[in-house]
C-alpha cells in the first residue's frame, strides 16, 4: 500500500479564496482523521470520521472549514474563504479499530 | 479528559549518548500510548506504541519505552544517539475507542557530533 496520500503537498493562494485539500487513506482503514499543525498550537485535531461519518468535528476552528468523506477511500477538506492565519500543515491520518494512526506527507497551506 | 505533557521542547544529546525523552500523560481510562517522530517537511511516523500486556515495548530505530502506570509516565529512551535521530518526537494517548489520539506539544531533538 502507499500509504495516505494527500494532495497537493504545497498551496498557495490568496486570502478569501476557496481552498480544497485531498486525502486518501490506506485501504481497509475505517478511521479518518485531519489534523492541523502550526507553531503555535502544534498539532490539532480538526475533525475526524469513522466508517466515512464524522464523529467528532469540535476541533473545526469555524464555519469557514468544512470535511467530507463521500467513501472509504477519499475525504476533503475545504476552507472557505480562507484567511492568513489558515496558514498551516494539514496532515490526513487513517487507522483501524484502536490501533495506530498513519499519517500522510501533509499539505503545506499559505494563505497569502 | 486525556492530556499529554512533554518535558523539555528542546534536547541536545551527543552522539553515542543515551537519548530520554519524558512524557507523563493524564487519563480516565487505561491509556493506549504512542511515540512518534517527524522529520522535517515529513508527517509523523510510529515509533512505538503500548496498549496491553508488556510495560517495556521496543519501537523502530532502537528506541524503547517504558509504560509506568504508578507514575503516569511513558519515557522514550535509545542507549546510543545516531545523527539520523535528529528529528522531532511527539507523546500521544488514545483518548477514544476510535484512535483519537491528544498529542504533546513536541520534543526537537539534536544530535551533536
Known amino acids: 500500500d502507499a500509504g495516505v496520500i494527500q494532495s497537493p503537498r504545497h498551496e498557495v493562494t490568496e486570502m478569501g479564496q476557496e481552498v480544497t485539500l485531498r486525502c486518501k487513506p490506506i485501504s481497509g482503514h475505517n478511521s479518518l482523521f485531519w489534523y492541523r499543525q502550526t507553531m503555535m498550537r502544534g498539532l490539532e485535531l480538526l475533525i475526524y470520521?469513522?466508517?466515512?461519518?464524522?464523529?467528532?468535528d469540535s476541533g473545526m476552528p469555524e464555519d469557514r472549514f468544512s470535511a467530507k468523506m463521500p467513501n472509504a477511500s477519499f475525504s476533503t477538506l475545504k476552507i472557505q474563504p480562507s484567511e492568513p492565519r489558515d496558514s498551516a500543515v494539514y496532515f490526513c491520518?487513517?487507522?483501524?479499530?484502536?490501533?495506530?494512526?498513519?499519517f500522510g506527507q501533509g499539505t503545506r497551506l499559505t494563505v497569502v | 479528559a486525556q492530556s499529554v505533557t512533554q518535558l523539555g521542547s528542546h534536547v541536545s544529546v551527543s552522539e553515542g549518548a543515551l537519548v530520554l525523552l519524558r512524557c507523563n500523560y493524564s487519563?480516565?481510562?487505561?491509556?493506549?500510548l504512542f511515540w512518534y517522530v517527524q522529520y522535517p517537511n515529513q508527517g509523523l511516523q510510529l515509533l512505538l506504541k503500548y496498549t496491553t500486556g508488556a510495560t517495556l515495548v521496543k519501537g523502530i530505530n532502537g528506541f524503547e519505552a517504558e509504560f509506568k502506570k504508578s507514575e503516569t509516565s511513558f519515557h522514550l529512551t535509545k542507549p546510543s544517539a545516531h545523527m539520523s535521530d535528529a528529528a522531532e518526537y511527539f507523546c500521544?494517548?488514545?483518548?477514544?475507542?476510535?484512535?483519537?489520539?491528544?498529542f504533546g506539544a513536541g520534543t526537537q531533538v539534536v544530535v551533536t557530533p
Open positions: 487519563s480516565s481510562v487505561p491509556p493506549y
Open positions: 491520518a487513517s487507522g483501524y479499530l484502536n490501533t495506530e494512526a498513519f
Open positions: 500521544a494517548v488514545a483518548t477514544d475507542s476510535w484512535g483519537k489520539l491528544q
Open positions: 470520521f469513522n466508517n466515512n461519518v464524522p464523529i467528532d
